[in-house]
């Protein structure tokens, strides 16, 4: 049995609960787990202040409410699983190594920023930066999956190294921004600049895309690992298309201003 | 990559002889610039004054700057960090389609013009406004003229400056930084400064709703913000230290008239490059100075019990990672 | 008013060498032979230093907060100082912020720190930032060898009026000396060139050299009387095969006083990054055979920090060889920085010759009168990893582990695995306080004597000399102790030293049509107003001749 979470009242300012995490509470009693210090603003509080605490020891941890103001949730955690039923705040999962999150609402800033392992999905929309570096750092998402139902924000998969990162619904600017390995599939498509200043790795679109002018067409292909990353994303039932009788991909090498080692696929249907 | 190449003004009034406005109109809004710092200038480097110099004016709109340009590029609005983008490829010899070029608003025979000149600089210096740093895009566009900047020194020697808004905004900028290691978007809740601009920027902040007070010296977001942060403003109390009724004075709970800086009160403002200069005013002025108001906060604060139980000792956010 | 009884004492300005003996401190921060009543420190046991002094470093001014701006990822992972009701908040680091830049200094037992680059332009705000390091007290250097009114000058053969101008911008600036980064690069650099050789003409002047600068500049600084003599950064920095520009700008010195700043940089063979070796020995000879001149390392330590110098040039190299982080300010008439973040690495040839060569100097150089603890900081490595230096030092034990992560092929452009030598504490005393002090010529720093200043750590004595040497028990300063038990205790203001050399009041007029050229600024606004130091304390001039 997992350990629940209720929010009792909304924070009115923002809620640092770091503490929220397998790795911290997992070997806690509820008592303690009571007592565990939240930083709302700048007071410091017991959780119970905010969460009514109930459940069995455990590593799997559900919460019910709406924390859109509650951030980093699941930071750093290296095992068990999060369930969010209802909005998250900011920095859901960042620095993860390991264990799962599901959180069926919406998400905001910094999903899996920096992550290392591990597995995020969000039924709702994200916000910006999805997987990726925070300001200064060379490097994002080390590895890990992060899908995201609907909508994403801002440069999605910023300087990602590894991994992989689904948008099922319709993501804005700067998707893959300085990327330097790993995939990131849009099922629907992106606003603009996708791609800028990527040094590698892999952006697979099944909607068109407006590119940058730094891109060059290199030729109309289905790469064999379209169809090893279509069967490893069914399992969350989603579907990339590879058979050349259903279309092709038109790939894309940019960004010329940098190393133009990075690729982009765009899917035709035939 | 990354990082920022650039000079005092002093540098550009000595040695510019290729001068470039990105998205910016000085004529207008800095107008003494052209002839203290840049283009009018005469120098033991350029004896010819403005002959001697080259001046490119990029800008979506013909604005009154242009006329003082040698060559003003108009371009299509949104296409700044595009066009960034080609340039920053084309100086490294790599291939970009006419047709894509032309999307940008410029012909091939205009940008390859463009980087013949640059790389035949003996100095070249770019200043970036709002045009392009407050536009789609927004930092990415001025990161990108940053980095073009910097790889442009593979070539020649080359430099790029943002010009600063009004105010003491480089002032602030230049304190932040020693006091907190970090420019602005910064967050002291945990007792110690983080930073996330997004996050803990004050636009962001308060279209969020994420603050419960706000004290604001020296600005006035009510004229210029998005209506869900001037909404905000209006809901919480904010305090406002300004020597003018100004649109957030309006709004605010409690509005302190203070000597006007520089005009009746001393202090340091910093220049856009950083260079500090002495105010030194002029008037006397019956209020008290922002430092004054804010010295004597700081001291009923002080009387106060400290904002934590005794002992208690925030924790940083554990820096893993 | 402090008594400090039963501490084993190290006092090498008064020959004094581990001896057990009371320390008496009066209320004006001073030693005196005796007090009554006030506080007693029981140091039994405990090993007694003259507070740490720092000849060479970055702390303060647009080039590190330049730094700081650049490197926010390392503020990040960093050790945060928390705000307490004594205490600012702040961050350590590569680059720290000025609050902590004091608290970490005092946390391990330095007391004085001379920040060595400041360009007259922004001595305002070099002075502001100063103002906002704690603890410690405090001098600064003023950029000279490139300033293109001095250059002209010395072009022109006016070495008079030159010295009347350098005396005018050291009081503009309101310093305690003059820095010279390699002289007539910068200005070069200024243009995308470097000037690598003392005796060619600089980018744009017909006669002057390098070396001229060099010999001129120091001549100035002796006959000005400037209590620290001309603060050198020799041409070339960095670049394999520099020890020739090295010797010979020594040799340029013509037998005057000077203080070589981070000698490390500039003392290596080879023809090219992968022949790069050490020749530390050749280095080491020179200040063997010559006793007037000092130097600080320059040491590097193995790991992550940002590069800050006013050496453009190569600050432009290391940019191309990293693909790093780049910053660049060039300062007008003045000087210029670049700053770089890089990371030191045993495995890299050229690193690991760079390391060697640090300690090589320290250990090779016989009297530790003369070279002194630094690590250039942030350039070779922070200031709070001092203690990791000061152990490879006192134990060639430690030196013989590390020389283990250093590749075979590597070791043999180095001569530190056949050095055996091991620093007492007594040395260790002179090359962290007393010799850094005197060369700065504060009299009654690092010193434990009657009416010095009574700035001093007291360490718990430990066979780990890590241990003991970043974790003091006690550090006092002025008298007051500012750290216990490894907590910041007090966080009093420390002074800012400057001088005031004599200059010819014409000085001001002759100044006035040059600077409208050269500037951007009035005359009026560019000199700082002494007022606006706080707590400053003016120390004399004496011509060298009148000594
Ligand atoms: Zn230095």
Redesign the interface.
Do not use: H
């Given at each position: 049995m997992p350990i629940t979470f209720h929010l009792k009242r909304p924070p009115t300012v923002p809620l640092e609960a770091e503490v929220l995490s397998p790795d911290v509470v997992g070997s806690l009693t509820n008592s303690e787990i009571r007592s565990l210090t939240v930083y709302h603003g700048k007071r410091q509080l017991p959780l119970s202040e905010f969460f009514d605490v109930e459940g069995e020891q455990s590593d799997d941890l559900v919460f019910h409410g709406a924390l859109n103001k509650v951030r980093w949730v699941g930071r750093a955690m290296s095992r068990g699983s999060i369930t969010v039923h209802g909005d998250v705040g900011m920095h859901l999962g960042a620095h993860m190594s390991g264990g799962r999150i599901e959180v069926h609402g919406n998400a905001s800033d910094w999903v899996g920023g920096e992550m290392k392992k591990g597995l995020i999905h969000v039924h709702g929309n994200a916000g910006g930066q999805v997987g990726a570096a925070y300001r200064g750092s060379n490097i994002g998402m080390k590895d890990g999956v992060i899908l995201v139902d609907g909508s994403a924000g801002l440069e999605v998969g910023m300087r990602m190294r590894r991994g992989t990162i689904v948008i099922g619904g319709p993501a804005r600017d700067f998707v893959g921004l300085q990327m330097k390995g790993g995939t990131i599939v849009l099922l629907s498509g992106a606003e603009i600049r996708t791609g800028a200043w990527m040094n590698r790795g892999t952006i697979i679109s099944l909607q068109p895309l407006q590119l940058m002018p730094t891109f060059a067409c290199s030729g109309v292909q289905n790469p064999v690992f379209v169809n090893l990353y279509s069967r490893f994303l069914q399992s969350w039932g989603i579907h990339l298309p590879f058979a050349a009788s259903e279309g092709v991909y038109r790939q894309y090498r940019g960004d010329l201003a940098v190393s133009a080692k990075g690729e982009i696929l765009i899917w035709q249907p035939a | 990559?990354?990082?920022?190449?650039?000079?005092?003004?002093?540098?550009v009034?000595?040695?510019a002889d290729f001068i470039i406005y990105w998205g910016g109109n000085p004529a207008e809004c800095h107008p003494r610039h052209f002839t203290?710092?840049t283009i009018m200038q005469k120098?033991?480097f350029l004896p010819r004054g403005r002959k001697d110099r080259t001046m490119v004016l990029v800008d979506i709109r013909e604005t009154k700057s242009a006329k003082a340009a040698d060559i003003f590029l108009q371009i299509r609005p949104?296409k700044d960090?595009?066009l960034i983008?080609?340039l920053?490829?084309l100086i490294?010899g790599?291939?970009?389609?006419d047709e894509?070029?032309a999307?940008?608003g410029l012909s091939r025979a205009v940008v390859d013009d463009l980087i013949a000149r640059m790389k035949r600089a003996?100095?070249g210096c770019m200043f970036f406004g709002m045009g392009l740093s407050m536009t789609?895009?927004k930092h990415?566009n001025s990161a990108a003229l940053l980095c073009l900047a910097?790889e442009m020194?593979?070539f020649?020697?080359f430099?790029a400056m943002p010009m600063r808004g009004h105010g003491n905004v480089t002032g602030a900028d230049?304190?932040m930084?020693?006091?907190?290691?970090?420019?602005f978007g910064i967050s002291?809740?945990?007792?110690?400064?983080?930073?996330?601009?997004?996050?803990f920027s004050t636009v962001d902040v308060l279209v969020r709703g994420?603050?419960?007070a706000a004290f604001i010296i020296g600005a006035d977001p009510g004229a210029t913000m998005p209506q869900p942060a001037i909404d905000h403003l209006a809901r919480i109390p904010t305090i406002v230290l300004d020597p003018h009724v100004t649109h957030t004075s309006r709004i605010a709970r409690v509005h302190i008239t203070t000597a006007p800086q520089g005009i009746a009160a001393p202090g340091?403002a910093?220049r856009m490059d950083?260079?500090?200069?002495?105010l030194k005013p002029a008037l006397k002025s019956p209020y008290p100075s922002d430092e004054e108001v804010v010295r004597r906060i700081n001291e009923a604060i002080a009387r106060k019990p400290?904002?934590?139980p005794d002992g208690?000792?925030?924790?940083?956010?554990?820096?893993?990672? | 008013m402090i008594r400090i009884t039963g501490g084993k004492v190290y006092d090498p300005a008064n020959g004094i060498d581990g001896e057990i003996k009371d320390l008496c401190i009066d209320d004006h921060g001073k030693f005196v032979a005796s007090v009554s009543g006030g506080r007693t420190i029981d140091a039994t046991g405990m090993i007694i230093f003259p507070g740490g002094v720092d000849v060479h470093t970055h702390v303060a001014g647009g080039a590190i907060n330049f730094a700081r701006a650049m490197t926010p990822e390392d503020h990040r992972r960093t050790q945060a100082f928390m705000r307490t009701k004594t205490r600012r908040s702040g961050l350590g680091g590569m680059a720290p912020t000025t609050f902590a830049t004091g608290y970490l200094y005092a946390g391990m037992g330095w007391t004085t720190v001379n920040e060595a680059a400041v360009p007259v332009l922004s001595a305002r705000h070099t002075h502001e930032e100063l103002a906002d390091i704690p603890i410690v007290d405090k001098a600064s250097l003023t950029l000279m060898a490139n300033n293109e009114i001095m250059l002209d000058l010395l072009e022109q053969g006016e070495f008079e009026r030159a010295k009347q101008v350098v005396a005018w911008y050291l009081w503009a600036a309101k310093s305690y000396g003059i820095k010279a980064v390699s002289p007539g690069g910068v200005a070069a650099w200024k243009w995308g060139k470097d000037a690598k050789q003392l005796t060619s003409p600089i980018a744009g002047y017909d006669k002057l050299t390098p070396g001229d600068i060099v010999t001129q500049l120091a001549r100035i600084c002796d006959e000005m009387g400037l209590p620290h003599p001309m603060h050198l950064h020799c041409n070339n920095l960095g670049a394999p095969g520099n020890i020739a520009t090295t010797l010979d700008t020594l040799k340029h010195l013509e037998g005057r006083r000077a203080h070589i700043a981070h000698s490390q940089y500039h003392a290596y063979g080879g023809d090219g990054w992968d022949t790069m070796r050490s020749e530390t020995t050749q280095l080491a000879e020179y200040f063997n055979t010559h006793p007037g001149i000092t130097t600080d390392a320059g040491a590097v330590v193995f790991g992550d920090t940002v590069t800050i110098t006013a050496d453009g040039p190569w600050q432009h190299l290391l940019y191309k060889l990293t693909g790093r982080k780049w910053g660049n300010l060039d300062v007008e008439n003045e000087t210029g920085c670049g700053i770089v973040p890089y990371t030191y690495r045993p495995s890299n040839l050229v690193n690991a010759v760079q390391w060697a060569c640090g300690l090589e100097l320290l250990l090779l150089i016989r009297d530790p009168w003369q070279v002194f603890l630094s690590t250039d900081h942030p350039n070779g490595g922070c200031f709070w990893r001092y203690p990791e230096i000061i152990q490879l030092l006192m134990n060639a034990d430690v030196r013989k582990e590390c020389l283990q992560k250093i590749p075979d092929r590597i070791k043999s452009s180095m001569v530190l695995p056949e050095i055996t030598r091991e620093y007492t504490l007594s040395e260790i005393a002179v090359a962290m306080s007393a010799g850094p002090a005197r060369a700065l010529g504060l009299k009654e720093k690092g010193n434990l004597g009657l009416g010095c200043d009574a700035d001093l750590v007291i360490y718990e004595s430990d066979p780990d000399v890590l241990k003991m040497f970043g974790h003091p028990r006690y550090v006092i300063k002025a008298g007051e102790v500012v750290i216990e038990d490894g907590d910041i205790r007090e966080a009093p203001q420390g002074k800012e030293f400057l001088v005031k050399p004599a200059y010819d009041p014409a000085t001001d007029e002759f100044m006035r049509p040059l600077f409208e050229d050269h500037y951007t600024m009035s005359f009026e606004n560019y000199p700082v107003e002494f007022e606006r130091l706080e707590h400053p304390e003016l120390r004399d001039c004496i011509p060298v001749t009148e000594r």
């Open positions: - | 990559m990354g990082g920022k190449v650039t000079c005092t003004l002093g540098e009034k000595q040695r203290k710092y120098s033991r949104g960090f595009e983008t080609i920053r490829a490294k790599q291939p970009v389609a894509q070029i999307e940008t003996k100095f789609r895009g990415m910097a020194n593979a020649t020697k430099v230049v304190i930084r020693w006091q907190t290691g970090f420019p002291f809740n945990r007792g110690y400064p983080r930073y996330n601009p997004g996050e994420d603050c419960d340091t910093y950083e260079l500090p200069m002495p400290f904002w934590l208690r000792q925030p924790q940083m956010v554990a820096t893993l990672g | -």
